[in-house]
């Protein structure tokens, strides 16, 4: 059977993967740059159920809220939005589409049906224009990475990308959280850009997630897997699904778990070939998807075809 057909399934494992990407990840195992202890079990073998049960238990999405050190005393209370992410929308959204970057999205003409949603949610430099038979157009929310802000390459300032959404970004800190320590050495400077476009659009929706949020996420991945993962944060991709979840009644995810359209072809938006992007490197991306498929609620024939997931937002479940 193919590898695309177990992940299907949610029968695949790392020793899977090819031999590439399994060198990657034993090298990140042994580095830990982001000093993970994880002090809980592994294996606890939940149910889909149990785990979307787990997960409305333990995840609050979580935004930096200046109340906190080092942050308190750099005045970060006026920098921030009044109102925390988390208690944006009370009421919440109904139904939103959560568009993965992957090439396999391409040909897909699913753009109708992603504008349909009540919310979408995209991420990083992922494009609209030009491919709106296959992404559709409308963003709500945009997740981006601390390199959005800092790599002079994305115009994060100027591109019509970042501008009449809401914005969520993240860096990796260290495993521990310390906000200090994160301040003094982020894996890329956000805070800067951050506090100069608070400045410069006080209107627009803009929020940095909090690093307790991001590793409370990697531990229920862990928690929820026989193998080592990666000691990395989840992908953004992991990390929207989650806000997604959060947010929203139900969450519809394109090409995520991939389809039969499934290709190395890293982003539809960039010519770049790279398995590691769909499977995993850096990212516990493979294990992450595998969680995802044993929450999934939609039919398989949409997940073969149109590679999407569908998932109850957490105000639906009755745990
Ligand atoms: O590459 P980037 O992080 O911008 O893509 C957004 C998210 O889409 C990733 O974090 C990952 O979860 C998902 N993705 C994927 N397969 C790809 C490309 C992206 O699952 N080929």
């Not at 193919?2 to 993967?17: E, T």
């Not at 100027?158 to 970004?169: G, N, R, T």
């Amino acid at each position: 059977k193919s590898f695309l057909y177990r992940l299907w399934k949610g029968d695949v494992s790392s020793k899977m993967l090819n031999p590439r990407l399994q060198k990657a990840m034993k090298d990140y195992l042994n580095t830990n740059k982001h000093g993970v202890r994880f002090k809980g079990k592994r294996n606890s073998r939940l149910t889909g159920d149990q785990l979307i049960c787990e997960l409305k238990d333990r995840v609050h999405v979580k935004t930096i809220d200046g109340k906190e050190a080092p942050f308190s005393a750099l005045g970060w209370e006026k920098h921030v939005p009044q109102i925390p992410l988390g208690r944006l929308y009370p009421h919440g959204f109904g139904s939103c589409a959560v568009v993965m970057s992957a090439g396999a999205i391409l040909n897909s003409s699913l753009g109708d049906e992603i504008d349909s949603h009540d919310a979408v949610l995209r991420f990083n430099s992922a494009p609209t224009r030009g491919y709106e038979k296959d992404v559709g157009n409308k963003t709500t929310v945009r997740i981006i990475n601390s390199q959005i802000l800092t790599n002079p390459n994305h115009h994060f300032i100027d591109s019509s990308l970042y501008k009449d959404v809401i914005l969520v970004a993240w860096d990796p800190a260290p495993y521990s959280a310390n906000l200090n320590v994160w301040y003094k050495k982020p894996d890329y400077n956000l805070f800067t850009p951050y506090v100069q476009h608070r400045r410069r659009n006080p209107n627009q929706l803009f929020y940095i997630l909090h690093p307790k949020f991001i590793w409370q996420l990697w531990d229920i991945i862990q928690e929820n897997t026989k193998e080592k993962i990666q000691p990395n944060p989840p992908s953004s991709g992991f990390i929207g699904i989650l806000i997604m979840m959060s947010m929203c009644n139900e969450v519809h995810v394109y090409e995520y778990i991939p389809s039969v359209r499934q290709t190395d072809l890293c982003h539809y938006h960039e010519l770049y070939y790279d398995a590691a992007c769909t499977l995993g490197a850096y990212h516990p991306l493979l294990y992450e998807k595998l969680l995802v498929q044993r929450m999934n609620k939609g039919l398989q024939d949409d997940l073969y075809r149109k590679g999407k997931v569908i998932l109850p937002g957490f105000r639906s479940v009755k745990c």
